[in-house]
């Protein structure tokens, strides 16, 4: 039977619940990379072991948060290359053709982009003040004022900006199934 691990870091929740749906609709093994680091340097999990690995995260400042961590353990494991990694971000913003890219862009290195490393996919969550540090609140709270004064940008903009200040919660299950459905791709299973 081929296996599957799916790896999330999380701040506000958001990633840990995508990561669990994305994990029960795969029958995968879940971990956060918290919880996976320790196991991989006592040699209790091996990413080697998997037939399908996928690895989200939210994005801050438009980076996927601690891929450069998960970038290492895949390079030590020698999965760089492999063709068996889906990567998600989510992120406060709605899921648009436009915008969706630039998470991955400024994330992956140009190499990576270049060969296509990683299948990716952009999933909305939404904005939760709790769970961020003081630092991470105030930019959040910087960000809520500024945005107001781009409303004209598109209904993503006025949905950012109706919303923000108070937090939302946009996350829907139905977004993870273009990444299931890669994810059974990779598999070479049928569902």
Same mark, same amino acid.
């Given at each position: 039977? *081929?296996?599957?691990?799916?790896?999330?870091?999380?701040?506000?929740?958001?990633a840990r619940t995508y990561?669990?749906?994305?994990?029960?609709?795969?029958?995968?093994?879940?971990?956060?990379?918290?919880?996976?680091?320790?196991?991989? *340097?006592?040699?209790?999990?091996?990413?080697?072991?998997?037939?399908?690995?996928?690895?989200?995260?939210?994005?801050?400042?438009?980076?996927?948060? @601690?891929?450069?961590?998960?970038?290492?353990?895949?390079? =030590?494991?020698?999965?760089?290359?492999?063709?068996? /990694? /889906?990567?998600? !971000?989510?992120? %406060?913003?709605?899921?648009?053709?436009?915008?969706?890219?630039?998470? !991955?862009? =400024?994330?992956? @290195?140009?190499?990576?982009?270049?060969?296509?490393?990683?299948?990716?996919?952009?999933?909305?969550?939404?904005?939760?003040?709790?769970?961020?540090?003081?630092?991470?609140?105030?930019?959040?709270?910087?960000? !809520?004022?500024?945005?107001?004064?781009?409303? @004209?940008?598109?209904?993503?903009?006025?949905?950012? !900006?109706?919303?923000?200040?108070?937090?939302?919660?946009?996350?829907?299950?139905?977004?993870?199934?273009?990444?299931?459905?890669? %994810?059974?791709?990779?598999?070479?299973?049928?569902?």
């Amino acid at each position: 039977m *081929k296996r599957t691990i799916v790896v999330y870091s999380t701040v506000t929740g958001f990633a840990r619940t995508y990561a669990q749906w994305i994990a029960e609709d795969l029958d995968a093994d879940l971990y956060s990379l918290e919880e996976l680091l320790p196991l991989i *340097k006592h040699g209790q999990v091996t990413l080697n072991a998997y037939d399908l690995i996928i690895y989200g995260a939210g994005v801050r400042m438009g980076v996927i948060r @601690n891929f450069a961590k998960f970038r290492k353990l895949l390079k =030590r494991s020698g999965l760089l290359t492999s063709k068996k /990694i /889906i990567v998600w !971000a989510n992120g %406060g913003t709605p899921q648009h053709p436009d915008r969706d890219y630039r998470s !991955a862009s =400024r994330t992956f @290195n140009r190499v990576e982009l270049a060969r296509h490393d990683y299948a990716y996919f952009y999933l909305e969550g939404g904005v939760r003040y709790e769970g961020l540090n003081p630092f991470e609140k105030g930019l959040l709270k910087t960000f !809520a004022k500024r945005v107001q004064k781009y409303r @004209n940008r598109g209904e993503w903009a006025v949905a950012v !900006a109706d919303h923000i200040a108070d937090g939302y919660d946009h996350t829907d299950r139905t977004a993870i199934t273009p990444l299931v459905t890669h %994810g059974h791709e990779i598999l070479g299973s049928s569902f």
